[in-house]
């Protein structure tokens, strides 16, 4: 009786899956699972929709990872932020931090858009987005400040000077597949020119 009741529920259960795959074949051929996700799977972003001055969180590996879609007048106070004096790495030159095809002070591949993991080099705080001028002291030009202990960043996620964070934020690897979407965790293709 035992043995019959456990062939029933077996089957109950096999026919459901089936039915789950049969329902949504083409969802589960492209969305990783949550267990690939956190492995290291790839991520997609769509940033279409992604107006200038805001910015998406998504996740990748375990970490909160931000797209920043950077307007004019960050890029431009971006421009003026350039030396050593207020900045640890201005010209992100501490190779850890980003990828070796990520260079100069934008730290992107694309000028408009930062993809940077949001994590505070300090102790792993999480730190908030402060776009706004003077949001966090009078010579603040806007960025991330971390709450826990105070340390900046700017829209590069260049750390400044006289904080506890020790180095830039880390930016991902990551590939452009259109103007558009991006892809997280898979570094571009070699070029062939
Ligand atoms: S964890 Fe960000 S300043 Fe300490």
Not at 100 to 109: D, E, F, H, K, V
Request: aromatic share 8%; hydrophobic share 40%.
């Amino acid at each position: 009786m035992k043995r019959r009741r456990f062939l029933v529920g077996a089957t109950v259960v096999i026919g459901g899956v089936g039915t789950a795959f049969t329902a949504v074949p083409f969802i589960a051929s492209w969305q990783p699972s949550a267990r690939a996700r956190a492995a290291g799977a790839p991520v997609e972003v769509d940033v279409s929709k992604l107006e200038p001055g805001e910015q998406v969180t998504v996740e990748w590996r375990g970490k909160p990872i931000w797209v920043l879609h950077r307007t004019p007048e960050m890029l431009d106070r971006l421009a003026t932020l350039t030396d050593s004096d207020r900045l640890r790495d201005p010209l992100a030159k501490v190779a850890t931090q980003q990828p070796a095809y990520i260079t100069g002070p934008l730290r992107s591949l694309k000028e408009v858009y930062l993809v940077v993991i949001a994590i505070c080099t300090h102790l792993g705080c999480v730190p908030s987005f402060r776009p706004e001028p003077g949001s966090v002291g009078d010579d603040w030009p806007g960025g991330y400040f971390c709450p826990c202990h105070g340390s900046r960043f700017g829209f590069a996620g260049r750390v400044f000077k006289a904080v506890p964070a020790p180095t830039n934020l880390e930016i991902p690897p990551y590939r452009f597949l259109s103007n558009t979407r991006i892809e997280i965790g898979v570094d571009p293709e070699p070029s062939t020119s």
